[in-house]
């Protein structure tokens, strides 16, 4: 009886087969794989008992037109799983033990693995989790006809040197030293950190040491880590308002609380920080260039927020997300040359100077931090990938940085000065543009007729026409929003810009 | 007045600038960077007071020993920052408007950067980053004579084919695709996804398509993110006891709950977590070898721990950490084939199977799961870096990935004989080592008078001797511990085997 059932089962297996005739050309294991996976089907669904004895494996293979020696690889693979077990001198059976696997509530009787529903699970995700899925920020740039005229914040990848790159990965790679290829730095490569630090000390006058340099995949996991180093759920952080998304997204998925500071002409309004949360743990400030509106933060209100940092004992985060790209004077010296206390820690990223794809960026901490630094960003995730680390270290120490940095930085300059240009002769009346000495972006302002729009819609109707150009009220929270639309230039191929403009300019008019 | 107070400041600076005799030959910058940093420094303390005016720059050039250009190239960085303003006509001032700057919380009166302490700030941690620091794992393996003998989870990457890896990295980055470029999938790049979830099928029977594979940079990071998505603060974990401790560091990151669930001969003790946390959102589990203790989840323990996941309405995160290595027979088929509810989550990890400084894993999302989990890992850190991704690609499409597992699996299976030979000669009656189909280490059992001594002990001892032993204690939390002390064989070559088993034996017959 148990034989014939399992023989009559068998038979039903066999159909499950796919072609086992035409698989026989590509050799015995897919076949084996599939009668496994049918027997282990049949088991879990009932259809053959505990306790059913299999048929010889003889029998087994002529049942189903296969191999002996493919029934043996997986009667031996169910066995060594224990969906079957052997019986001394008895041949094979299904293995009695499942069905009393006692379901875990105790509540029903039938063998937990019987019922299979085939329905996937509901969804539940948990608040913080709902929280990260609709900070989501889709990419703004969709290929198209028009693009990349004019996403904000992308910069022109087309004349990256991607041969001397090249050349730089294979050459690090080729024959790397033992302590490259085991890991090891928390921290980052430590070539990598010297070079950022002597990048740092002379581009940016920000005073550093190659200690103090953590390698990160950017900003934002600078930010989350910070977050996670210094910050209990709960605790509040100052927010530029406006700011960028990416910014709120890691703060908000660090499940701290964020105080929106506005920005005016001087940068971020530290009184409004300070009348909002005066206790608050962290700033977190542009200062050399705040994203979007590309304001420097001024001297006084430096001042009053490294004061306000001592007083509340909070940290400041420094982000000088482009500082690389200024085409007019020098850069005002970070907030990090004015600290003596240590209280601001510096991030920065080589994404936008090399290229986005790149996800490498650093921050430096105070030295105080230092070691906490480190044994945080180990304890979350060991350490920073290797393989682009010691071709960047090259990248820096042989002036290529230096080099591509000056080449990009005309570049830029020349295409805003060609935007600027191109914007005053196809958009006035509609849209006024003013030089900024920095960055990768404009704002214009909407005006005459378009002032009475919302820049939303603005921004979808261009979008509908294949011109990206985000709305401004968009980057900001709350009820005081400034109208205007983000222009992005630094990606625009010279032939490409008026054309785009002509374009608008139709738009705008209809 | 005003110009003799301005002047006599002017020499206590000049007494700050460092040998600018010995500087002038390597260009003037430097020089004017340091006469910059001086006047701030003086303005900052209150040394040159608000409102003082400043001597003409040819007199101040002369003053300071310095070139004229020297001096105005500082005093325009002055300017520009702030600290000083011109009056036309009338020369350049100490900025008047800084002693204003009121402080913030209205207390003091005298000027905000007037009292500019320069002791450190106070470090106080978040709670969570008490937490996070505390789980730090140092380095188990110091570079000496004896490493890397018996580091436990180390591969050998002596022979990983750098060469050709090179000449892939060079070959995917000499001209590279614009979408490679800008980065772009949260989810990782679409070759190597493909290529991992061929594998996947292929190597491991996992069920998944391409669309379900995310590409991080470790178990780290999948655990992190699931936790985020899934699992908010204060919610519970199983989590296996002993475990990987970089596991237990990055649960304790992400601010939840941890469940200690003992492990038998037939893995995790589903019925201990139901008894413990039967509310519990996750159940950590490495099904195919446990670490470190390498037993195998019985079928029985699957079928029971998805009855109780479909109860319970949680989540399993199936680490397979080193499926790759298996010596004898084939590796169970993953929790995630058995599971037809979609609660699984698939875990590995690259950094073993090619070289551990390469950082990249990957997660199977169940299907329901997959646009959430891309939104979240973009909102904490937009995309994997795109480095190695497309040479991954390549070393798995071309096949160089399967013929290096197959080296690797060779030589790892020949040096866990050799051990096992070499032990039962040098450490018989001290230590005994039983046999593991899979895994990168043996767990060694203390016998007659070791057996006496605590594991930590022992550990410690052959620590002082320079070889690496980890107490198997150690891997556990609460009291019930085994004792043991593990010895990765896979990294050490063959030629040190022996020798570092007979120093082993001097240490432990002491």
Chains 1, 2 share one sequence.
């Not at 796919?18 to 897919?30: L, V």
């Not at 094979?92 to 696997?101: I, K, M, S, T």
């Not at 304890?379 to 080449?407: C, K, S």
Request: charged fraction near 25%; hydrophobic fraction near 45%.
């Amino acid at each position: 009886m148990a034989r014939r059932r399992g023989k009559g089962s068998l038979l039903s297996l066999a159909i499950r087969l796919s072609k086992p005739g035409a698989d026989r050309g590509s050799g015995e294991a897919p076949l084996a794989r599939q009668l496994y996976a049918a027997f282990r089907a049949a088991i879990l669904e009932g259809r053959l008992g505990a306790g059913d004895r299999l048929p010889a494996s003889r029998v087994l293979a002529a049942d189903l037109g296969v191999s002996r020696n493919t029934a043996l690889s997986a009667i031996d693979q169910l066995v060594s799983e224990g969906y079957l077990e052997t019986r001394r001198g008895s041949g094979c059976y299904v293995a009695r033990d499942l069905p009393d696997a006692s379901p875990p509530d105790g509540r029903s009787t039938a063998p937990a693995f019987v019922e299979h529903p085939t329905a996937p699970a509901p969804v539940r995700l948990s608040r913080r989790g709902r929280g990260l899925v609709s900070t989501h920020i889709s990419a703004a740039h969709a290929p198209g006809r028009w693009s990349p005229c004019f996403a904000p914040g992308l910069p022109d990848s087309s004349e990256f040197p991607f041969g001397l790159w090249a050349r730089l990965l294979a050459r690090s790679w080729r024959h790397p030293q033992a302590d490259l290829v085991q890991g090891g730095d928390p921290a980052g490569h430590p070539e990598l950190r010297r070079a950022i630090a002597d990048h740092l000390r002379q581009a940016r006058g920000v005073v550093c040491e190659a200690d103090q340099v953590l390698v990160l995949s950017g900003i934002r996991q600078a930010v989350d880590l910070t977050c996670r180093l210094l910050l209990d759920p709960g605790d509040k952080v100052w927010l530029e308002n406006p700011c960028y998304p990416g910014l709120r997204a890691a703060i908000a998925a660090a499940a701290v609380g964020i105080a929106d500071v506005p920005v005016d002409g001087e940068g971020m309004m530290v009184t409004r920080g300070i009348a909002k949360a005066p206790r608050a743990k962290l700033a977190c400030v542009a200062p050399s260039h705040q994203f979007p509106l590309g304001v420097v933060l001024s001297l006084q209100r430096r001042l009053q927020l490294l004061a306000w940092a001592r007083e509340a004992r909070a940290w400041i985060l420094e982000d000088d997300y482009d500082s690389e790209f200024r085409y007019q004077g020098r850069p005002l010296a970070p907030l990090q040359s004015l600290d003596r206390e240590g209280r601001v820690i510096y991030v920065g990223s080589l994404s936008k100077v090399l290229f986005p794809s790149l996800r490498v960026g650093y921050l430096v901490a105070p030295r105080a931090l230092i070691a906490d630094f480190r044994k945080a960003r180990a304890a979350i995730d060991e350490h920073p990938p290797a393989t682009p680390q010691p071709a960047l270290a090259a990248f820096f120490a042989e002036g290529h940085l230096a080099a591509h940095v000056r080449r990009q930085r005309k570049r830029y300059a020349e295409r805003q000065a060609r935007l600027l240009d191109l914007a005053a002769r196809h958009l006035a009346g509609r849209l006024e543009l003013g030089a900024d000495p920095a960055g990768l972006h404009l704002v214009a302002r909407p005006v005459g007729a378009l002032a009475r729009v919302a820049d939303i819609d603005v921004s979808r109707q261009l979008a509908a026409a294949g011109i990206v150009a985000p709305a401004l009220s968009n980057y900001y929270v709350g009820k005081q929003r400034r109208d205007g639309l983000l222009l992005g230039y630094a990606a625009v191929p010279e032939a490409m810009m008026e054309p785009a403009l002509k374009r608008m300019a139709e738009v705008l008019s209809r």
